[in-house]
């Protein structure tokens, strides 16, 4: 089997390389053009897989990486995927996260029409929820141009396979974190704080809104259900999701407790943090992926938060 996976440089792209490789995939993976490159998160593994030059915002080059790479599967993880940036390039993120979904289901229609399609939807989509849980029916109310430009993508993949009936499926994914998470991303930047904190190398962590609520799991969990879409007979939509809800404030409580720190010395709450319009309480139901896919996370909150805290102060450590 070959696999194609836009974004293979990106927290998810990682994970789910290392996971189709382990199935004996050969790996293709649409990386752009930069005059200094950012492979971290696939340095380890890059001489098992090809990496190939293309761009959601160039059209011909997603065709040629498609004919060159003659994939069974398309993974789209390539996204603007930081919300706060949403605010400030919205048209960059509506080009990426929207239209470049397009782009994409063009190169397959245009292609081959068997090739399965895999789009990184996202729980954003819910925003301002409507109800508790969240499902796959749950009506969408996006609060970022991030959430508005899923949206798009969401329904695109939903018209792509409706109209040339492409097997085209969207994972509405929830908040999954890991050790390759983003520095910017509030898990990530509350576990590597707190590891510069123990280590001595900074005495305060400024954050924004400490209560908002996210069903947080862990990547590695979330990359296996995105492959198991794919093997089903038709395609469909999942939500993917833990099915617990924690604050931002719990996520902070249980990584300085972790690190034995008391969390009230060193954080502080910084306006410039807080968002034109926030995404209060998510929590999602996954039961439909649950009996489908057969699919289970295996690290739950304090698992996930653990795994984060000790990789960032081990991390920090070899780095001094
Ligand atoms: P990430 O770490 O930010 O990775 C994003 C990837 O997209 C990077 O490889 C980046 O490449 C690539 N990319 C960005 N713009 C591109 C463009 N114009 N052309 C080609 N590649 C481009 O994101 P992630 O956390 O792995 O998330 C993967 C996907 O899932 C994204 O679509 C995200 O929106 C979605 N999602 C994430 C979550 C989550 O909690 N992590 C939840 C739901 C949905 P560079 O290295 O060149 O920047
Ligand atoms: O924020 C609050 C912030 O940036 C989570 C992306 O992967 O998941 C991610 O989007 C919450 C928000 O993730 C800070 O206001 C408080 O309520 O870690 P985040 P996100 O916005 O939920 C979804 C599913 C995606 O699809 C996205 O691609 O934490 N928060 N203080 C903070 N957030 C940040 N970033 N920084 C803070 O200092």
Not at 50 to 73: C, F, G, N, R, Y
Not at 235 to 243: A, E, L, W
């Amino acid at each position: 089997m070959r696999a194609l996976i836009t974004g293979i440089t990106g927290q998810d792209g990682s994970y789910l390389t290392e996971f189709l490789l382990s199935k004996g995939y050969e790996v293709f993976g649409v990386v752009r053009r930069a005059s200094t490159e950012s492979f971290e998160r696939i340095d380890h593994i890059k001489d098992k897989i090809t990496l190939l030059q293309a761009d959601l915002l160039d059209q011909l080059s997603l065709i040629s990486v498609v004919e060159e790479s003659k994939p069974d599967e398309i993974y789209n993880l390539a996204a603007q995927s930081f919300v706060p940036t949403s605010w400030t390039q919205p048209v960059l993120t509506g080009e990426f996260n929207a239209l470049g979904v397009t782009k994409v289901l063009e190169a397959i229609r245009l292609v081959n029409r068997k090739i399965k399609f895999y789009q990184a939807s996202s729980s954003e989509m819910f925003g301002k929820v409507r109800e508790t849980p969240q499902t796959e029916a749950t009506p969408l109310y996006p609060r970022s141009p991030y959430g508005v430009a899923k949206v798009y993508g969401h329904w695109i993949t939903i018209n792509y396979r409706e109209s040339y009936d492409i097997f085209a499926t969207s994972g509405i994914l929830f908040n999954h974190e890991s050790p390759r998470r983003g520095l910017e991303f509030v898990t990530r930047k509350i576990t590597n704080g707190v590891a510069r904190i123990k280590l001595g190398l900074d005495d305060n962590l400024a954050l924004g809104n400490l209560d908002a609520k996210r069903d947080w799991g862990y990547a590695g969990d979330y990359v296996k259900a995105m492959w198991l879409m794919l093997q089903q007979d038709k395609p469909d939509d999942f939500v993917i999701s833990t099915g617990e809800t924690h604050s931002v404030k719990e996520f902070v409580e249980e990584a300085f407790s972790i690190a034995d720190l008391d969390w009230k010395k060193y954080v502080t709450k910084d306006p410039r943090f807080m968002r034109p319009a926030e995404v209060d309480f998510l929590v999602g139901d996954s039961s439909k992926a649950k009996k489908i896919l057969g699919w289970e996370p295996e690290y739950d909150f304090k698992g996930l938060v653990k795994l984060m805290v000790e990789a960032d102060i081990k991390l920090l450590g070899e780095k001094r």
